[in-house]
Protein backbone atom coordinates (compact mmCIF):
# COMPACT_ATOMS: atom_id res chain seq x y z
CA UNK A 1 0.00 0.00 0.00
CA UNK A 2 2.78 2.20 1.41
CA UNK A 3 4.77 1.69 -2.00
CA UNK A 4 1.58 2.65 -3.95
CA UNK A 5 0.94 5.82 -2.95
CA UNK A 6 4.65 6.83 -2.98
CA UNK A 7 4.37 5.89 -6.66
CA UNK A 8 1.35 8.49 -6.80
CA UNK A 9 3.21 11.29 -4.70
CA UNK A 10 5.87 10.83 -7.42
CA UNK A 11 3.61 10.62 -10.22
CA UNK A 12 1.29 14.01 -9.70
CA UNK A 13 4.64 15.80 -8.99
CA UNK A 14 6.15 15.16 -11.96
CA UNK A 15 2.89 16.06 -13.33
CA UNK A 16 2.55 19.34 -11.62
CA UNK A 17 6.22 19.82 -12.87
CA UNK A 18 6.10 19.12 -16.17
CA UNK A 19 2.84 21.02 -16.75
CA UNK A 20 4.54 24.28 -14.86
CA UNK A 21 7.24 23.93 -17.37
CA UNK A 22 4.93 23.64 -20.17
CA UNK A 23 3.17 27.12 -19.05
CA UNK A 24 6.96 28.47 -18.64
CA UNK A 25 7.53 27.22 -22.16
CA UNK A 26 4.96 28.94 -23.67
CA UNK A 27 5.94 32.52 -21.68
CA UNK A 28 9.07 32.32 -22.69
CA UNK A 29 8.78 33.83 -26.32
CA UNK A 30 6.43 36.56 -24.47
CA UNK A 31 9.19 37.89 -22.08
CA UNK A 32 12.25 36.58 -24.06
CA UNK A 33 12.39 40.34 -24.71
CA UNK A 34 11.74 40.92 -21.19
CA UNK A 35 14.62 39.30 -19.91
CA UNK A 36 16.76 41.78 -20.10
CA UNK A 37 14.37 44.42 -18.07
CA UNK A 38 13.88 41.49 -15.43
CA UNK A 39 17.67 41.36 -14.85
CA UNK A 40 18.16 45.20 -14.50
CA UNK A 41 14.55 44.96 -12.50
CA UNK A 42 16.25 42.32 -9.92
CA UNK A 43 20.02 44.15 -9.81
CA UNK A 44 18.09 47.57 -9.03
CA UNK A 45 15.81 46.02 -6.60
CA UNK A 46 18.69 44.02 -4.40
CA UNK A 47 20.04 48.10 -4.80
CA UNK A 48 16.82 49.20 -3.49
CA UNK A 49 17.24 46.74 -0.45
CA UNK A 50 20.51 47.57 0.61
CA UNK A 51 19.03 51.17 0.73
CA UNK A 52 17.74 52.57 4.16
CA UNK A 53 14.59 53.60 3.09
CA UNK A 54 11.64 56.36 4.88
CA UNK A 55 8.80 53.96 4.20
CA UNK A 56 8.56 50.08 5.06
CA UNK A 57 7.51 48.49 2.13
CA UNK A 58 6.74 44.87 2.83
CA UNK A 59 6.10 44.05 -1.05
CA UNK A 60 5.09 45.69 -4.48
CA UNK A 61 2.59 44.87 -7.33
CA UNK A 62 4.79 46.41 -10.21
CA UNK A 63 1.69 46.03 -12.64
CA UNK A 64 -0.38 48.27 -10.60
CA UNK A 65 2.38 50.11 -9.30
CA UNK A 66 0.54 49.26 -5.50
CA UNK A 67 2.97 49.23 -2.83
CA UNK A 68 1.85 47.26 0.47
CA UNK A 69 3.44 48.86 3.65
CA UNK A 70 3.29 51.84 5.80
CA UNK A 71 5.20 55.60 5.22
CA UNK A 72 7.12 56.55 8.38
CA UNK A 73 7.73 59.86 9.77
CA UNK A 74 10.17 62.31 7.99
CA UNK A 75 12.30 64.80 9.91
CA UNK A 76 13.87 67.31 8.37
CA UNK A 77 15.79 70.35 9.24
CA UNK A 78 15.89 73.15 6.34
CA UNK A 79 16.02 76.62 8.59
CA UNK A 80 13.50 75.09 10.73
CA UNK A 81 11.92 71.77 11.36
CA UNK A 82 9.78 70.23 9.25
CA UNK A 83 8.01 66.73 10.21
CA UNK A 84 5.26 64.86 7.75
CA UNK A 85 4.78 61.19 7.36
CA UNK A 86 6.33 59.96 4.00
CA UNK A 87 3.37 58.56 2.28
CA UNK A 88 3.46 62.54 0.84
CA UNK A 89 6.53 61.38 -1.56
CA UNK A 90 4.43 58.55 -2.85
CA UNK A 91 7.36 56.31 -3.27
CA UNK A 92 9.34 58.82 -5.36
CA UNK A 93 6.75 59.62 -7.93
CA UNK A 94 5.54 62.93 -6.74
CA UNK A 95 6.92 66.06 -4.81
CA UNK A 96 5.94 66.89 -1.26
CA UNK A 97 5.41 70.53 -0.43
CA UNK A 98 6.11 71.82 3.15
CA UNK A 99 5.58 75.12 4.59
CA UNK A 100 6.11 76.79 1.07
CA UNK A 101 9.27 74.17 0.20
CA UNK A 102 9.64 71.30 -1.82
CA UNK A 103 11.26 67.66 -1.38
CA UNK A 104 11.37 65.41 -3.78
CA UNK A 105 12.53 61.35 -3.01
CA UNK A 106 15.28 60.02 -5.12
CA UNK A 107 17.22 56.76 -4.96
CA UNK A 108 16.29 56.50 -0.91
CA UNK A 109 17.51 60.57 -0.46
CA UNK A 110 15.39 63.30 0.22
CA UNK A 111 16.57 66.63 -2.11
CA UNK A 112 15.31 70.12 -2.15
CA UNK A 113 13.78 71.33 -5.63
CA UNK A 114 11.30 73.32 -7.36
CA UNK A 115 7.62 72.65 -7.49
CA UNK A 116 8.20 70.35 -10.23
CA UNK A 117 10.85 68.62 -9.12
CA UNK A 118 13.44 68.74 -11.06
CA UNK A 119 16.87 67.24 -10.38
CA UNK A 120 19.91 68.73 -11.65
CA UNK A 121 22.79 66.26 -12.43
CA UNK A 122 26.85 66.81 -12.77
CA UNK A 123 28.77 64.98 -15.51
CA UNK A 124 28.85 61.76 -13.01
CA UNK A 125 25.44 61.48 -13.54
CA UNK A 126 24.78 62.65 -9.21
CA UNK A 127 22.06 65.00 -8.40
CA UNK A 128 23.68 68.47 -7.35
CA UNK A 129 20.49 69.46 -5.35
CA UNK A 130 20.81 71.01 -1.99
CA UNK A 131 19.88 68.09 0.34
CA UNK A 132 18.35 68.94 4.12
CA UNK A 133 19.79 67.75 6.91
CA UNK A 134 17.57 64.58 7.52
CA UNK A 135 16.87 62.76 11.21
CA UNK A 136 13.88 60.97 9.48
CA UNK A 137 13.00 58.03 11.64
CA UNK A 138 13.58 55.48 8.65
CA UNK A 139 12.91 52.07 8.22
CA UNK A 140 16.86 50.91 9.66
CA UNK A 141 15.77 53.36 12.74
CA UNK A 142 12.48 51.73 13.29
CA UNK A 143 14.44 48.48 13.04
CA UNK A 144 16.67 49.47 15.46
CA UNK A 145 14.20 50.66 17.83
CA UNK A 146 12.50 47.31 17.46
CA UNK A 147 15.54 45.31 18.37
CA UNK A 148 16.26 47.59 21.30
CA UNK A 149 12.74 46.63 22.92
CA UNK A 150 13.16 43.33 22.78
CA UNK A 151 16.80 43.56 24.00
CA UNK A 152 15.41 45.59 26.69
CA UNK A 153 12.39 43.38 27.12
CA UNK A 154 14.39 40.14 26.97
CA UNK A 155 16.96 41.25 29.32
CA UNK A 156 15.41 43.53 31.87
CA UNK A 157 12.98 40.05 32.40
CA UNK A 158 16.13 38.10 32.90
CA UNK A 159 17.64 40.24 35.81
CA UNK A 160 14.29 40.19 37.17
CA UNK A 161 13.94 36.34 37.29
CA UNK A 162 16.79 36.06 38.96
CA UNK A 163 15.36 37.98 42.03
CA UNK A 164 12.00 35.58 41.83
CA UNK A 165 14.09 32.50 41.21
CA UNK A 166 16.57 32.98 43.75
CA UNK A 167 19.11 33.20 41.39
CA UNK A 168 18.16 30.77 38.92
CA UNK A 169 17.00 31.91 35.75
CA UNK A 170 14.01 30.77 34.09
CA UNK A 171 11.98 30.26 30.63
CA UNK A 172 13.91 32.03 27.60
CA UNK A 173 16.13 33.21 30.11
CA UNK A 174 17.76 29.39 30.09
CA UNK A 175 18.99 30.52 26.36
CA UNK A 176 20.03 34.01 27.03
CA UNK A 177 22.11 33.40 30.40
CA UNK A 178 24.71 31.18 28.30
CA UNK A 179 24.90 33.81 25.72
CA UNK A 180 26.08 36.63 28.20
CA UNK A 181 28.06 34.39 30.03
CA UNK A 182 29.80 33.33 26.69
CA UNK A 183 30.41 36.78 26.33
CA UNK A 184 31.99 37.04 29.35
CA UNK A 185 33.96 34.46 29.90
CA UNK A 186 35.25 33.61 25.88
CA UNK A 187 35.29 36.95 25.06
CA UNK A 188 36.02 40.01 27.47
CA UNK A 189 37.99 37.97 30.48
CA UNK A 190 40.41 36.32 27.84
CA UNK A 191 40.88 39.50 25.85
CA UNK A 192 40.63 42.14 28.25
CA UNK A 193 41.73 40.51 31.68
CA UNK A 194 39.96 39.76 35.02
CA UNK A 195 40.92 42.67 36.03
CA UNK A 196 39.51 45.23 34.16
CA UNK A 197 36.95 43.30 32.15
CA UNK A 198 33.82 44.64 34.29
CA UNK A 199 33.63 48.14 33.15
CA UNK A 200 33.61 46.97 29.05
CA UNK A 201 31.21 44.00 29.71
CA UNK A 202 28.05 46.41 29.15
CA UNK A 203 29.11 47.74 25.84
CA UNK A 204 30.32 44.60 24.86
CA UNK A 205 27.21 42.69 26.05
CA UNK A 206 25.01 45.41 24.11
CA UNK A 207 27.63 45.34 20.67
CA UNK A 208 27.13 41.50 20.91
CA UNK A 209 23.33 41.10 20.81
CA UNK A 210 22.50 44.25 19.12
CA UNK A 211 24.63 43.30 15.96
CA UNK A 212 23.28 39.52 16.24
CA UNK A 213 19.78 40.39 16.48
CA UNK A 214 19.78 43.14 13.84
CA UNK A 215 21.68 40.56 11.28
CA UNK A 216 18.96 38.27 12.12
CA UNK A 217 16.42 40.55 11.56
CA UNK A 218 18.19 41.20 8.08
CA UNK A 219 17.24 37.52 6.90
CA UNK A 220 13.93 38.25 7.77
CA UNK A 221 11.64 38.80 4.74
CA UNK A 222 11.44 42.29 6.10
CA UNK A 223 14.35 42.94 3.88
CA UNK A 224 15.54 45.38 6.24
CA UNK A 225 19.42 45.93 5.96
CA UNK A 226 20.84 47.21 9.06
CA UNK A 227 24.00 46.42 9.75
CA UNK A 228 24.97 46.41 6.00
CA UNK A 229 24.58 49.97 6.57
CA UNK A 230 28.04 52.39 6.56
CA UNK A 231 26.37 54.60 8.66
CA UNK A 232 25.73 52.17 11.46
CA UNK A 233 28.88 50.39 11.47
CA UNK A 234 30.58 53.75 11.44
CA UNK A 235 28.64 54.63 14.56
CA UNK A 236 29.18 51.25 16.04
CA UNK A 237 32.80 50.84 15.38
CA UNK A 238 33.07 55.03 16.82
CA UNK A 239 32.17 53.61 20.36
CA UNK A 240 34.71 51.40 20.04
CA UNK A 241 37.40 53.57 18.70
CA UNK A 242 36.28 56.28 21.70
CA UNK A 243 36.09 53.94 24.21
CA UNK A 244 39.77 52.66 23.65
CA UNK A 245 41.38 55.52 23.52
CA UNK A 246 39.91 57.30 26.37
CA UNK A 247 40.60 54.31 28.54
CA UNK A 248 43.56 53.52 27.96
CA UNK A 249 46.57 53.58 29.62
CA UNK A 250 49.86 55.31 29.90
CA UNK A 251 51.41 52.11 28.66
CA UNK A 252 49.43 52.00 25.85
CA UNK A 253 50.30 55.74 24.49
CA UNK A 254 54.04 54.48 25.22
CA UNK A 255 53.68 51.92 22.66
CA UNK A 256 52.18 53.79 20.14
CA UNK A 257 54.28 57.31 20.56
CA UNK A 258 57.99 55.92 21.93
CA UNK A 259 57.60 52.16 21.28
CA UNK A 260 60.13 50.95 23.94
CA UNK A 261 63.05 47.91 23.51
CA UNK A 262 63.85 49.47 19.74
CA UNK A 263 66.81 52.04 18.72
CA UNK A 264 65.71 55.77 18.84
CA UNK A 265 65.59 55.92 14.86
CA UNK A 266 62.76 53.26 14.91
CA UNK A 267 60.86 54.74 17.90
CA UNK A 268 60.61 57.82 15.41
CA UNK A 269 59.32 55.34 12.20
CA UNK A 270 57.07 53.59 14.10
CA UNK A 271 55.04 55.92 16.10
CA UNK A 272 53.68 57.43 12.43
CA UNK A 273 52.55 53.86 11.64
CA UNK A 274 51.28 52.83 15.29
CA UNK A 275 49.03 56.40 15.00
CA UNK A 276 47.73 55.01 12.20
CA UNK A 277 46.94 51.54 13.51
CA UNK A 278 44.81 53.14 16.07
CA UNK A 279 42.47 54.48 12.94
CA UNK A 280 43.06 51.81 11.26
CA UNK A 281 41.92 49.16 13.80
CA UNK A 282 38.16 50.68 14.46
CA UNK A 283 38.31 51.36 10.90
CA UNK A 284 38.61 47.60 10.06
CA UNK A 285 35.44 46.59 11.89
CA UNK A 286 33.25 48.99 10.22
CA UNK A 287 34.31 48.11 6.84
CA UNK A 288 34.29 44.23 8.08
CA UNK A 289 30.54 44.52 9.18
CA UNK A 290 29.51 46.36 6.29
CA UNK A 291 30.86 44.24 3.90
CA UNK A 292 30.25 41.00 5.14
CA UNK A 293 26.56 41.95 5.39
CA UNK A 294 26.15 43.58 2.38
CA UNK A 295 28.10 40.59 0.38
CA UNK A 296 25.76 38.30 2.21
CA UNK A 297 22.79 40.23 1.08
CA UNK A 298 23.88 40.72 -2.40
CA UNK A 299 24.39 37.00 -2.79
CA UNK A 300 21.48 35.75 -1.41
CA UNK A 301 18.97 38.22 -2.86
CA UNK A 302 20.51 37.50 -6.08
CA UNK A 303 20.03 33.66 -5.92
CA UNK A 304 16.79 34.29 -4.99
CA UNK A 305 16.44 36.46 -8.14
CA UNK A 306 18.05 33.82 -10.30
CA UNK A 307 14.60 31.62 -9.65
CA UNK A 308 12.66 34.44 -11.33
CA UNK A 309 15.63 34.54 -14.30
CA UNK A 310 15.80 30.47 -15.10
CA UNK A 311 12.14 29.51 -15.16
CA UNK A 312 12.97 26.00 -15.60
CA UNK A 313 12.66 23.27 -13.74
CA UNK A 314 15.94 22.72 -12.55
CA UNK A 315 17.35 26.03 -12.64
CA UNK A 316 15.05 27.67 -10.19
CA UNK A 317 15.10 24.41 -7.93
CA UNK A 318 18.88 24.22 -7.70
CA UNK A 319 18.62 27.96 -7.18
CA UNK A 320 16.19 27.27 -4.24
CA UNK A 321 18.63 24.82 -2.80
CA UNK A 322 21.09 27.09 -3.07
CA UNK A 323 19.79 29.77 -1.66
CA UNK A 324 18.40 27.22 0.89
CA UNK A 325 21.71 26.23 1.87
CA UNK A 326 23.32 30.11 1.62
CA UNK A 327 20.78 31.25 4.27
CA UNK A 328 22.10 28.39 6.85
CA UNK A 329 25.39 30.02 5.98
CA UNK A 330 24.17 33.09 6.52
CA UNK A 331 22.64 32.42 9.92
CA UNK A 332 25.75 31.15 10.83
CA UNK A 333 27.67 34.59 9.42
CA UNK A 334 24.83 36.59 11.55
CA UNK A 335 26.25 35.11 14.79
CA UNK A 336 29.83 35.25 13.69
CA UNK A 337 30.04 38.60 12.45
CA UNK A 338 28.46 39.69 15.66
CA UNK A 339 31.06 37.38 17.82
CA UNK A 340 34.11 39.01 15.58
CA UNK A 341 33.11 42.45 16.29
CA UNK A 342 32.60 42.23 19.66
CA UNK A 343 35.90 40.02 20.14
CA UNK A 344 38.02 42.21 18.24
CA UNK A 345 36.27 45.41 20.49
CA UNK A 346 37.32 43.71 23.14
CA UNK A 347 40.85 42.80 22.11
CA UNK A 348 41.47 46.61 21.34
CA UNK A 349 40.10 47.82 25.16
CA UNK A 350 42.53 44.89 26.17
CA UNK A 351 45.71 46.26 24.73
CA UNK A 352 44.90 49.70 25.95
CA UNK A 353 44.69 48.40 29.32
CA UNK A 354 47.88 46.44 29.10
CA UNK A 355 50.45 46.49 32.03
CA UNK A 356 53.85 47.15 30.70
CA UNK A 357 55.66 43.50 31.10
CA UNK A 358 59.28 44.39 30.83
CA UNK B 1 34.72 54.50 -1.60
CA UNK B 2 33.06 57.16 -2.99
CA UNK B 3 29.66 55.20 -2.99
CA UNK B 4 30.23 54.38 0.56
CA UNK B 5 30.70 58.00 1.42
CA UNK B 6 27.94 58.95 -1.08
CA UNK B 7 25.72 56.42 1.04
CA UNK B 8 26.45 57.60 4.25
CA UNK B 9 23.59 59.13 5.90
CA UNK B 10 24.32 61.43 8.35
CA UNK B 11 20.15 60.93 10.19
CA UNK B 12 20.75 57.63 10.31
CA UNK B 13 24.45 57.87 11.85
CA UNK B 14 22.60 60.32 14.44
CA UNK B 15 19.77 57.96 15.40
CA UNK B 16 22.44 55.04 15.76
CA UNK B 17 24.48 56.74 18.36
CA UNK B 18 21.64 58.48 20.13
CA UNK B 19 19.64 55.11 19.98
CA UNK B 20 22.52 52.65 20.78
CA UNK B 21 23.60 54.90 23.77
CA UNK B 22 20.48 55.09 25.21
CA UNK B 23 20.18 51.17 24.89
CA UNK B 24 23.31 51.00 26.55
CA UNK B 25 22.79 53.36 29.44
CA UNK B 26 19.56 51.03 30.02
CA UNK B 27 20.26 48.03 29.74
CA UNK B 28 23.43 48.42 32.08
CA UNK B 29 20.83 49.57 34.62
CA UNK B 30 18.26 47.26 34.43
CA UNK B 31 19.65 44.36 32.84
CA UNK B 32 23.68 43.38 32.67
CA UNK B 33 24.49 45.38 36.23
CA UNK B 34 21.52 42.49 37.77
CA UNK B 35 22.54 39.34 35.38
CA UNK B 36 26.32 39.75 36.08
CA UNK B 37 25.67 40.32 39.54
CA UNK B 38 23.62 37.48 40.32
CA UNK B 39 25.77 35.21 38.30
CA UNK B 40 28.80 36.37 39.72
CA UNK B 41 26.99 35.93 43.12
CA UNK B 42 25.35 32.28 42.27
CA UNK B 43 28.95 30.87 40.81
CA UNK B 44 30.44 32.68 44.49
CA UNK B 45 27.85 30.68 45.90
CA UNK B 46 28.75 27.17 44.22
CA UNK B 47 32.46 27.81 44.16
CA UNK B 48 31.78 27.98 48.29
CA UNK B 49 29.66 25.16 48.19
CA UNK B 50 32.35 23.02 46.78
CA UNK B 51 34.72 24.51 48.92
CA UNK B 52 32.85 23.62 52.25
CA UNK B 53 31.89 20.10 50.75
CA UNK B 54 35.57 19.64 50.45
CA UNK B 55 36.86 20.71 53.83
CA UNK B 56 33.95 18.61 55.27
CA UNK B 57 35.38 15.80 53.21
CA UNK B 58 38.68 16.10 54.99
CA UNK B 59 37.29 17.13 58.73
CA UNK B 60 35.38 13.51 57.73
CA UNK B 61 38.38 11.80 56.94
CA UNK B 62 40.49 13.08 59.59
CA UNK B 63 37.70 12.30 62.32
CA UNK B 64 37.87 8.55 60.43
CA UNK B 65 41.45 8.53 60.62
CA UNK B 66 40.98 9.45 64.37
CA UNK B 67 38.71 6.86 64.88
CA UNK B 68 40.66 4.26 63.45
CA UNK B 69 43.87 5.23 65.18
CA UNK B 70 41.60 5.25 68.81
CA UNK B 71 40.41 2.35 68.18
CA UNK B 72 43.54 0.31 67.33
CA UNK B 73 45.11 2.06 70.85
CA UNK B 74 42.04 0.80 72.62
CA UNK B 75 42.43 -2.60 71.00
CA UNK B 76 46.45 -2.93 71.59
CA UNK B 77 45.93 -1.63 75.47
CA UNK B 78 42.92 -4.49 76.00
CA UNK B 79 45.71 -7.13 74.46
CA UNK B 80 48.16 -5.82 76.61
CA UNK B 81 45.90 -6.20 79.63
CA UNK B 82 44.93 -9.60 78.81
CA UNK B 83 47.98 -10.65 78.47
CA UNK B 84 49.04 -8.95 81.84
CA UNK B 85 46.10 -11.07 83.23
CA UNK B 86 46.86 -14.12 81.87
CA UNK B 87 50.59 -13.59 82.86
CA UNK B 88 49.21 -13.14 86.56
CA UNK B 89 47.32 -16.20 86.62
CA UNK B 90 50.19 -17.99 85.61
CA UNK B 91 51.97 -16.90 88.00
CA UNK B 92 49.54 -17.17 90.84
CA UNK B 93 48.69 -20.85 89.97
CA UNK B 94 52.83 -21.87 89.70
CA UNK B 95 52.75 -19.68 92.88
CA UNK B 96 50.28 -21.90 94.89
CA UNK B 97 51.64 -25.17 93.49
CA UNK B 98 55.05 -24.96 95.26
CA UNK B 99 53.55 -23.52 97.81
CA UNK B 100 51.18 -26.49 98.18
CA UNK B 101 53.81 -28.65 97.34
CA UNK B 102 56.63 -27.45 99.85
CA UNK B 103 53.28 -27.54 102.67
CA UNK B 104 52.20 -31.02 101.46
CA UNK B 105 56.39 -31.81 101.72
CA UNK B 106 56.11 -30.81 105.16
CA UNK B 107 53.08 -32.11 106.44
CA UNK B 108 54.59 -35.53 105.00
CA UNK B 109 57.59 -35.04 106.95
CA UNK B 110 55.91 -34.62 110.16
CA UNK B 111 53.80 -37.53 109.84
CA UNK B 112 56.48 -39.49 108.93
CA UNK B 113 58.33 -38.16 112.24
CA UNK B 114 55.15 -38.88 114.69
CA UNK B 115 55.19 -42.39 113.19
CA UNK B 116 58.93 -42.63 113.79
CA UNK B 117 58.19 -41.68 117.07
CA UNK B 118 54.95 -43.98 117.80
CA UNK B 119 56.61 -46.50 116.82
CA UNK B 120 59.11 -46.46 119.19
CA UNK B 121 57.44 -45.58 121.83
CA UNK B 122 54.63 -48.62 121.01
CA UNK B 123 58.30 -50.72 120.86
CA UNK B 124 59.01 -49.54 124.17
CA UNK B 125 55.99 -50.13 125.90
CA UNK B 126 55.63 -53.62 124.48
CA UNK B 127 59.54 -54.08 125.73
CA UNK B 128 58.29 -53.51 129.23
CA UNK B 129 55.18 -55.12 128.99
CA UNK B 130 57.02 -58.41 127.57
CA UNK B 131 58.66 -57.92 130.57
CA UNK B 132 56.47 -57.22 133.20
CA UNK B 133 54.47 -60.63 131.68
CA UNK B 134 57.48 -62.61 132.04
CA UNK B 135 58.32 -61.91 135.74
CA UNK B 136 54.82 -62.32 136.53
CA UNK B 137 54.82 -65.83 134.42
CA UNK B 138 58.12 -66.53 136.16
CA UNK B 139 56.67 -65.89 139.57
CA UNK B 140 54.25 -68.02 138.95
CA UNK B 141 55.86 -71.11 137.92
CA UNK B 142 58.42 -70.25 140.39
CA UNK B 143 55.57 -70.03 143.51
CA UNK B 144 53.84 -73.35 141.85
CA UNK B 145 57.19 -75.06 141.94
CA UNK B 146 58.20 -74.34 145.48
CA UNK B 147 54.87 -75.29 147.09
CA UNK B 148 57.02 -78.38 148.34
CA UNK B 149 59.88 -78.37 150.07
CA UNK B 150 61.93 -80.75 147.74
CA UNK B 151 60.88 -79.25 144.38
CA UNK B 152 62.33 -76.01 146.28
CA UNK B 153 65.75 -77.67 147.25
CA UNK B 154 65.77 -79.33 144.12
CA UNK B 155 65.70 -75.72 142.15
CA UNK B 156 67.89 -74.25 144.63
CA UNK B 157 70.46 -77.04 143.76
CA UNK B 158 69.83 -76.65 140.03
CA UNK B 159 70.00 -72.77 140.31
CA UNK B 160 72.99 -72.93 142.46
CA UNK B 161 74.72 -75.24 139.99
CA UNK B 162 74.38 -73.13 137.22
CA UNK B 163 76.08 -70.30 138.88
CA UNK B 164 79.02 -70.21 138.87
CA UNK B 165 81.23 -68.42 141.16
CA UNK B 166 83.31 -66.52 139.34
Not at chain 1, 96 to 103: K, M, P, Q
Not at chain 1, 186 to 196: M, S, T
Request: hydrophobic fraction near 45%; aromatic fraction near 10%; charge should be neutral.
Amino acid sequence: MQKISVVRIFMTLALILTSLNLVAKDTDKVEKEGAGDLKTEISEFIDHHLQDSHDFTLFSDKETGKHYGFPLPVILWDGGLKVFSSSKFHHGETVAEVDGNYYKLYHSKIYKTDAEGTINYDEDHHATNTKPLNFSITKNVVSMILIGLLMFFMFSRLAKSYKKNNGIPTGLGRFLEPLVIFVRDEIAIPNIGEKKYKKYMSFLLTTFFFIWLLNLLGMTPLGVNVTGNIAVTFGLALLTFLITNFTANKNYWGHIFWMPGVPTFMKIVLAPIELLGVFIKPFSLMIRLYANMTAGHVVLMSIIGMMFLFKSWIGSPLSFGLSFALSILELLVAALQAYIFTMLSALYFGSANEEAHH
Amino acid sequence: MDKLINDFSFGLFFWQILLFVGLLLLLRKFAWKPILEAVNNREEGIKNALESAEAARKEMQNLQADNERILNEARAERDGMLKEARQLKENMIADAKTEAQTEADKIVAQAQATIEREKKAAIADLKSQVAGLSVEIAEKVVRKELADKDKQLALVESMLGDVTLN
